[in-house]
C-alpha cells in the first residue's frame, strides 16, 4: 500500500467536513476581527473626546546648545546648579570605520578643559565651560563625546543590563544615570567633499533612564501655571544633527560660524498623551487576546475525535498516526493563514491601527505565523492530557485567555520597557507573543518609532521570535511522542523509546505453555474448548487462518479480565462470542483490534501478530463497533471512499469497492445522504458496510442489531449472511435468537474463561437436557388468591404435585407470578402422554396455558452461565 494513500483519505475527509461547516469557519475568522473592531472604536470616542487638547511652551526653547545660553545676552543665564545639577551633555562616537586621515579630519573633544584638549571638526561643536560630570571630580565642559572600547551598541546594551539590576523608583533618576549617552555618532566617511554619519539619540521609553539636560528630557511650563514640569521629547535626534551640521561646516571654513536653534511646535499635552498609552495598552492585551482564540478550537477537535472514539476507529481500520497529524496540522494552518492574514489587512489598510501600519510588514508575518503554528502544536501537547471535547474547550480557553493576561500584566507591571524580559519567560510562548506585541505597540507611540526595517530589531525581539518557533517545534514533537506512550481511555500505549533502546528483539513465534503463569489445565473448560486449544497448538501454516487465538491473557491492574482464551477461526465462518456482560467477550475483541494490549499470549490475522504487527494485523480486520462511529457531515458514499483509501484500495478501484458495499449492504439509493439524514437501521447497515468495505480477512461484528426494529433486524440477518463467503466474522450479541440464526460455532464466555464450544444444536443436545415445560394458572384465579397465601399456594402446590405424579424426572426450573417452568428429559416420557394429561386436569387444576418446547439457545447459555 501507498502511503500517500492515507493521507489523501484524511485530506478529503476532512476538506468535505470543513466544507459543510461554513457557519463554524467564517465565526472562528471574525472572532479576531471584532477585537480589532472594538479597539478602533474606542480609539475613535476617546480620540474625539480629548481633541483639541493643547499645551503652549510660554518661552521659546533651544535643544543642544548649553553654550548660547551663557554667552548670548538675549537669554537668561542658566547655571549649572539651575540645571538641577545633572548638566553632564556626553556622546559616544566612533570612529573606527574612518582612515588614518579621516580620523584625524573628526578629531576628538574629550570635555577636559586646558589647551590642545580638542581637534579635528569635533574641537567646533560650541561648549559650555566649567560644569561638573556626575561621575567625575573635576569640571568638564559640555557636551564631550568619549570612544567605548567595544562598539556603541553594545557598550550601550551592556550599560542597559546594568542599569536594569539596580533600585528603581517611579518619578527620581537612576542613580548612575550617567552612564548612559544621551546621543552617539557612528562616522562613516569624514572630509572636506563629504560627511556620512549616523546619528542616535537615548529613546529609552522610561523617563528615568534619562537626564533632565535639555537633550531628551525637558522642562516645560505651561501657559498660566508656574510650575515646571518634565517630559521626554523626539526632536533630539534634529538638535544633533544641527549640532554636527554646524561643527562641519565650521571645519570647512573656520571663519563662519552658523547661529542655529530649534523652536517647538505647541505641545500635546500629558493627559492626551496619557490617552495614547492606555489605547496602546489595550491594543498590546486584546490584539494578542484576539489571535490566541483558536487554540481552543483546535484542541477541540482533536479531543473530539477521542471522546467519539473516531480516531480510534480509524486506527483499528489501519490508520497511520503520522498521516492524522500532518493532515490536521495542515488543515489548522490554513486557518490560521485565512484568519491571521484577513487580520493583518484589515488593521494594515481598512482601520488603520498604527502599530500594524507603520511597522514592517515582513516582522508581522513573522509574530503572526510563528503563533499560529505554536498554538497547533500546543493543541497537540494538551490533547494528550483530556479525554472530553467539553473540558478540552474550557481548558483552551483558559490558556488562552489567562496566559494572555499573564503577559500583559508581566509586560506591564513587572518588566516594561527598557527592562528586558528574562530568557526563562521568553520560552513561555504566551509571553513572548504577548512581549512582542507589547514592544511593537509601544514603539510606535515613543521616540523610537516603529519598527520599519527587520535590522531594527532587538535581540529581545529575536530572542521572542526564537522562542515561539522553537515553542512550535518542541510542543509539535513531544505531543505526537506522549500521546503514544500515554495510555489513552482507548488504544495501546507505545513503549518509551529508551525502553526500546534497551530491549531484546522479540521473534515472532508461539510461546510455550509454561511462559504463560497459567496452568490451563485448571480451567473449567469443557471437552472441544480442550480440542480446540490443542487444535491451535498444532497448527502449522497461519496465513491460512483468518484468526488464530492462542492463550491471550487480559488483566486491568489486579483484575483478570480474560484467563486464557484460544480460538481458530476459518474462512466463512460466523464465530457467535456470548457470555454476560464483564465475561471477557469485549476485552478479546478489543485487544485483537489493538484497542487494548493483551497481557500474554498473541493472536494472529492471516499470519501477522498483534504483538509485533499490528499495522498489518489492522489493514486485514473490519471492525463493525457496537454504537456507530461516524461523522454526521459525510455521506455514506464519502464515509466508505474514506475508508476504502485508508485500507489502501487502488484509486482505480476504490469507487467500485465501494458500490459493492454499498450494493452488499442495500444503500446505493441513500449514497449521497449525510449520516445524520439516516435513520437507526441504516446507519447500522453503514458500519457494516464500512467493516466490509476494504476486502477484510476477518469482521468483528459488536451487537450489530442493538436498538433495530425486528423488521430492520431480519434485514440485517440476511446482510450478514450474503457477506460471509469471502471472509470469517465474529459476532459478539446478547440475543440468542441473533446467534442461532447467524453463527456456525458459539463460544459462551464466563468470568474470562471459555466455558463451551459447539454448533448451536450440539450445545443444545449436550446442554439442553430434552424439553421445557411451561405452565401457567388462570390470572384471575391467581390475583384473587394472591392476597390471601394459603389460598394462592394451594393452587400453585395442586399443579406442583400433579407434574411431579406424571413426570417424576422433572426439574422445576422457575416459579413467578403464577407460571411455572420444568426442564424434562426426552427419555422420561412421550410428548403425546403429557399432552393427553395436562389436558384432562386443565380446568379443575385453573390452568390457563401450557406449552412444550425443546431446549433453545437461551437455556444453554443460562445453565452455563449459571453453573460457573
Given at each position: 500500500m501507498k502511503k500517500s494513500y492515507q493521507f489523501r483519505a484524511l485530506f478529503y475527509k476532512n476538506a468535505s467536513i470543513q466544507s459543510r461547516q461554513i457557519g463554524t469557519n467564517i465565526c472562528q475568522i471574525l472572532t479576531p476581527l471584532i477585537c480589532l473592531v472594538l479597539v478602533y472604536i474606542i480609539q475613535e470616542i476617546i480620540f474625539d473626546k480629548f481633541s483639541g487638547w493643547t499645551f503652549q511652551l510660554d518661552f521659546p526653547y533651544i535643544l543642544n546648545i548649553p553654550f548660547i545660553y551663557s554667552q548670548i545676552p538675549m537669554f537668561n543665564n542658566v547655571s549649572c546648579l539651575q540645571w538641577q545639577q545633572i548638566v553632564e551633555i556626553r556622546y559616544f562616537y566612533d570612529v573606527s570605520k574612518l582612515s588614518h586621515n579621516e580620523q584625524n579630519f573628526i578629531g576628538w573633544n574629550n570635555g577636559q578643559i586646558g589647551k590642545n584638549m580638542s581637534s579635528g571638526l569635533l574641537q567646533n561643536i560650541l561648549q559650555r565651560p566649567g560644569c561638573k560630570s556626575n561621575n567625575q571630580s573635576e569640571l568638564r565642559n559640555i557636551p564631550f563625546l568619549e570612544q567605548p572600547e567595544i562598539s556603541i551598541n553594545e557598550d550601550i546594551y551592556q550599560r542597559i543590563q546594568y542599569l536594569n539590576t539596580q533600585p528603581f523608583y517611579r518619578g527620581r533618576d537612576l542613580d548612575d544615570i550617567w552612564?548612559?549617552?544621551?546621543?552617539?555618532?557612528?562616522?562613516?566617511?569624514?572630509?572636506?567633499?563629504?560627511?556620512?554619519?549616523?546619528?542616535?539619540v537615548n529613546d529609552l521609553r522610561i523617563p528615568e533612564y534619562h537626564r533632565a539636560n535639555g537633550i531628551t528630557k525637558v522642562f516645560f511650563k505651561v501657559a498660566e501655571n508656574k510650575t515646571n514640569n518634565l517630559m521626554l521629547v523626539a526632536e533630539a535626534q534634529v538638535g544633533l544633527i544641527d549640532l554636527i551640521t554646524r561643527a562641519y561646516l565650521h571645519k570647512l571654513n573656520p571663519k563662519i560660524w552658523l547661529i542655529s536653534g530649534i523652536q517647538y511646535m505647541p505641545l500635546i499635552g500629558e493627559d492626551r498623551n496619557l490617552v495614547q498609552k492606555a489605547i496602546n495598552l489595550m491594543g498590546a492585551l486584546l490584539f494578542p487576546l484576539s489571535l490566541s482564540l483558536l487554540l481552543p478550537v483546535f484542541l477541540y477537535s482533536i479531543v473530539l475525535d477521542k471522546e467519539e472514539r473516531l480516531l480510534q476507529m480509524m486506527k483499528m481500520n489501519g490508520m497511520r498516526m503520522v498521516d492524522y497529524w500532518i493532515v490536521q496540522y495542515l488543515f489548522s494552518s490554513i486557518l490560521t493563514f485565512v484568519t491571521y492574514i484577513l487580520f493583518y489587512f484589515v488593521a494594515m489598510y481598512g482601520i488603520e491601527i498604527q502599530v500594524f501600519k507603520y511597522t514592517d510588514s515582513n516582522l508581522i508575518l513573522l509574530i503572526l505565523i510563528g503563533w499560529g503554528l505554536t498554538q497547533i502544536s500546543l493543541s497537540f501537547f494538551f490533547q494528550v492530557f483530556l479525554n472530553k471535547s467539553r473540558t478540552a474547550t474550557i481548558i483552551g480557553y483558559l490558556i488562552s485567555v489567562w496566559g494572555t493576561i499573564m503577559a500583559s500584566t508581566i509586560n506591564l507591571a513587572i518588566y516594561p520597557d527598557p527592562l528586558e524580559l528574562p530568557w526563562y519567560l521568553q520560552i513561555v510562548p504566551q509571553i513572548a507573543f504577548g512581549r512582542l506585541f507589547y514592544i511593537l505597540s509601544f514603539a510606535c507611540v515613543s521616540q523610537h518609532g516603529c519598527y520599519t526595517s527587520l535590522e531594527l530589531i532587538s535581540p529581545e525581539i529575536q530572542g521572542c521570535l526564537l522562542s515561539l518557533y522553537y515553542n512550535t517545534v518542541f510542543y509539535a514533537i513531544m505531543g505526537i511522542y506522549l500521546h503514544e506512550i500515554i495510555p489513552q481511555e482507548y488504544g495501546v500505549a507505545s513503549e518509551p523509546w529508551i525502553c526500546k533502546f534497551f530491549k531484546k528483539t522479540e521473534y515472532l513465534e508461539f510461546y510455550e505453555e509454561d511462559q504463560l503463569g497459567l496452568n490451563v489445565n485448571q480451567l473449567e473448560e469443557d471437552q472441544d474448548v480442550l480440542q480446540e486449544r490443542e487444535k491451535v497448538y498444532k497448527l502449522k501454516n497461519l496465513e491460512d487462518y483468518p484468526l488464530v487465538c492462542k492463550d491471550i491473557r487480559k488483566m486491568y491492574q489486579n483484575t483478570v479480565a480474560v484467563k486464557s482464551f484460544s480460538l481458530c477461526v476459518e474462512k466463512g465462518e460466523i464465530f457467535g462470542l456470548l457470555g454476560p456482560n464483564g465475561a471477557g467477550k469485549t476485552s478479546i475483541i478489543s485487544t485483537i483490534t489493538g484497542l487494548y494490549g493483551c497481557s500474554d499470549g498473541t493472536a494472529f490475522v492471516g499470519g501477522y501478530s498483534i504483538k509485533q504487527q499490528m499495522k498489518e494485523v489492522q489493514m486485514r480486520i473490519g471492525v463493525c463497533p457496537q454504537f456507530d462511529l461516524l461523522w454526521p457531515e459525510l455521506t455514506v458514499e464519502e464515509h466508505l471512499l474514506f475508508y476504502a483509501r485508508l485500507k489502501g484500495v487502488h484509486r482505480e478501484l476504490e469507487r467500485v469497492r465501494v458500490q459493492q458495499s454499498m450494493a452488499e449492504v442495500k444503500l446505493e439509493p441513500y449514497f449521497n445522504y449525510q449520516t445524520q439524514q439516516l435513520s437507526g437501521g441504516m446507519k447500522r447497515r453503514l458500519s457494516i458496510a464500512i467493516a466490509l468495505v476494504g476486502e477484510p480477512l476477518i469482521v468483528f461484528l459488536d451487537e450489530p442489531s442493538t436498538g433495530l426494529?425486528?423488521?430492520?433486524?431480519?434485514?440485517?440477518?440476511?446482510?450478514?449472511?450474503?457477506?460471509?463467503?469471502?471472509?470469517?466474522?465474529?459476532?459478539?450479541?446478547?440475543?440468542?435468537?441473533?446467534?442461532?440464526?447467524?453463527?456456525?460455532?458459539?463460544?459462551?464466555?464466563?468470568?474470562?474463561?471459555?466455558?463451551?464450544?459447539?454448533?448451536?444444536?450440539?450445545?443444545?443436545?449436550?446442554?439442553?437436557?430434552?424439553?421445557?415445560?411451561?405452565?401457567?394458572?388462570?390470572?384471575?384465579?391467581?390475583?384473587?388468591?394472591?392476597?390471601?397465601?394459603?389460598?394462592?399456594?394451594?393452587?400453585?402446590?395442586?399443579?406442583?404435585?400433579?407434574?411431579?405424579?406424571?413426570?417424576?424426572?422433572?426439574?422445576?426450573?422457575?416459579?413467578?407470578?403464577g407460571n411455572l417452568i420444568y426442564q424434562i428429559s426426552e427419555k422420561s416420557c412421550k410428548v403425546s402422554d403429557i399432552f393427553w394429561q395436562i389436558e384432562k386436569q386443565k380446568e379443575y387444576l385453573q390452568i390457563s396455558d401450557w406449552g412444550i418446547s425443546q431446549t433453545n439457545l437461551e437455556d444453554v447459555f443460562m445453565k452455563i452461565v449459571g453453573q460457573f
Open positions: 552612564m548612559i549617552p544621551d546621543g552617539a555618532f557612528t562616522f562613516h566617511n569624514a572630509n572636506e567633499e563629504y560627511l556620512n554619519v549616523t546619528i542616535q426494529d425486528p423488521d430492520n433486524r431480519r434485514q440485517l440477518w440476511e446482510i450478514i449472511q450474503q457477506c460471509r463467503e469471502r471472509r470469517a466474522m465474529v459476532l459478539t450479541t446478547h440475543s440468542m435468537e441473533e446467534a442461532d440464526v447467524l453463527c456456525n460455532r458459539i463460544g459462551i464466555m464466563s468470568q474470562g474463561v471459555l466455558k463451551c464450544l459447539g454448533t448451536p444444536q450440539r450445545l443444545k443436545n449436550i446442554y439442553g437436557g430434552g424439553y421445557h415445560l411451561s405452565v401457567q394458572i388462570h390470572r384471575d384465579k391467581y390475583l384473587q388468591s394472591i392476597h390471601n397465601q394459603q389460598q394462592s399456594q394451594f393452587y400453585i402446590n395442586k399443579v406442583k404435585d400433579f407434574i411431579r405424579d406424571i413426570l417424576p424426572q422433572s426439574i422445576m426450573l422457575s416459579e413467578f407470578n
